[in-house]
């Protein structure tokens, strides 16, 4: 496959860079192997393809040598969780990641399938590469050069990659309150962020949180000649039209009655910090369509209102006919599936239930309304000044030659809020995908600069934190 990658970053010691220099192609065909599984937790078709991409994690664990590797069951996809323990006095790292990935559709709009991965122009092209199965490639790589060369870890760690993120992670609160043991150390490290605009390395200290619902309307048995029956009967797909575009005022607010009720508001020192961004907004709107404009909640920046601010949006939309051509129907029934982005203060079980109130009170006479909570996860945002934090930032400052950025990102990783404020643990966010990479869109890549960036990061995140010692409990 002839992969030599290009030096972008710093190295680190000569010995590790030897051990990766060799071993260049291996981990090119091990991340290509891992991407080749189609772990979607999405789909239950597959659930199989979910529990072979944590076979192969695990496997790959034991390869490098870490030891508890075990397959953990959740009563969902399994989770995966292995530990280094070099010497109880050294400061333990809990490092998680997820294994599933986003469904692969729409395959049409792939230069190549989804799950067939490629490398070109610098890039590995395939769902999963940045989002998250890369950065778990990245720790596996760091793992094994460290152990290879040095023999041992500067420090303990817990791995621990779960297979449902991507689905708002349901089994994951219950597993970790079985499985406190595997879940706790001094400190964790998510790698599932990335970089800002440019490719410049940031750590995310905030994101947001999320409630999910689907809403159901029902209003004939069958579908109805739309002649014989338009203009007399209630038609669900206009009712459902008319109940959601009711859910925004015209300033771009959310009028879900309490929806803002909790909402810490953006503090002078955010709203600075989100103001010193180097965000180019003409290029960011280029990027996204040949008509895109910015819209939103009034009195707020773009970088504002995509990290900082809560949100109400469709993800998807249906009944009715759908296919070519016309056919002359009062649709049966109609659905639309519906997220909050949610900030600091609102308590996402809380939204789902004023969310679903607002819809069945908006649901006017001649259609049921069914509502179903899909799950949510809360928001996270870590102190600055965290010592950790430090570490993090040396790393990536040392790696790629820049101050990172910190960031309030808009998407939601919901195991963070857990760590954080069930477990009581301080929580990096330390992720490699620079901004361009079509995560969760057709054309998923990863920048190989910053994978190889990634693994030199993570052996320094660990250097570092082996610096500052254990925290004393
Ligand atoms: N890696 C993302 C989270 C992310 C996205 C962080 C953008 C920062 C910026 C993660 O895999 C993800 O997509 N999470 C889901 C969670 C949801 C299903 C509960 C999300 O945000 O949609
Ligand atoms: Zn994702």
């Known amino acids: ?9 710093s190295p680190v010691e000569a010995a590790i860079e030897a051990f990766l220099a060799a071993d260049a192609t291996g ?10 599984i189609p772990s979607v937790s999405a789909l239950p078709e597959r659930a199989a393809d979910c529990r072979a991409a944590a076979e192969w994690l695990a496997a790959e664990l034991r390869r490098v040598g870490a030891t508890r590797v075990e397959v953990s069951e959740t009563g969902g996809h399994p989770i995966v969780v292995a530990e280094r323990i070099e010497d109880p006095k050294l400061p333990t790292i809990v490092v998680y990641g997820h294994y599933d990935v986003q469904p692969g559709e729409p395959l049409d709009l792939w230069k190549t399938s989804p799950f067939e991965p490629t490398i070109r122009d610098g890039r590995i092209l395939g769902r999963g590469s940045a989002d998250d199965k890369g950065q778990i490639v990245i720790h596996l790589n760091a793992l094994e050069a460290l152990l290879a060369t040095r023999g041992k870890l500067p420090v303990n760690v817990k791995y621990l990659f779960e297979g449902e993120e991507e689905s708002s992670s349901v089994h994951l609160e219950a597993w970790m309150k079985a499985n406190p043991e595997r879940c706790t150390g001094d400190a964790v490290i998510i790698s599932d962020t990335g970089f800002f605009e440019g490719n410049i390395p940031a750590i995310t200290i905030g994101l947001r949180g999320i409630t ?4 159901d309307l029902v209003g004939s048995y069958l579908d109805l000649h739309s002649g014989a029956f338009g203009g007399s009967i209630v038609n669900p797909a206009n009712a459902l039209a ?6 925004h005022d015209a300033d771009g607010r959310v009028t879900v009655p309490g929806f803002y009720d909790d909402v810490i508001p953006l503090g002078p020192a955010d709203r600075a910090a989100f103001a010193a961004l180097p965000f180019d907004e003409a290029a960011y709107l280029a990027a996204i369509g040949p008509a895109s404009v910015a819209v939103g909640e009034a009195g707020y920046s773009t970088v504002e209102r995509r990290g900082g601010r809560p949100t109400l949006d469709v993800n998807g939309i249906w009944g009715g006919f759908m296919g070519d051509g016309s056919k002359t129907i009062i649709p049966a029934h109609a659905h639309a599936k519906i997220s909050c982005r949610l900030v600091p203060g609102q308590d996402p079980a809380k939204i789902g239930t004023l969310v679903e109130a607002a819809l069945r009170a908006a649901a006017p006479a001649g259609v049921t309304i069914e509502v179903k909570q ?9 102190p600055l000044g965290e010592p950790y934090l430090e570490a993090a930032t040396h790393a990536l400052r040392d790696t790629f030659g820049s101050e990172p950025l910190f960031l309030r990102e808009g998407g939601s990783i919901p195991i963070a809020a857990l760590f954080q404020q069930e477990l009581g643990l301080p929580v990096v966010l330390l992720g490699f995908t620079p901004p361009d990479d079509n995560a969760h869109a057709p054309n998923e890549s990863m920048d190989l600069a910053n994978f190889e960036g990634g693994i030199r990061a993570v052996v320094r995140a660990f250097d570092a934190v082996a610096a500052m010692g254990a925290t004393p409990r």
Do not use: C, N
Request: hydrophobic fraction near 45%; avoid cysteine; charge should be positive.
């Open 1 to 9: 496959m002839g992969y030599a990658p290009s030096p972008a970053w």
């Open 27 to 36: 981990r090119m065909q091990r991340y290509i192997d891992f991407l080749r």
């Open 242 to 247: 008319k109940m959601i575009a009711g859910l």
């Open 374 to 382: 899909l799950g949510d996860g809360h928001s996270f945002i870590t």
């Open 212 to 215: 999910y619902l689907q809403v």
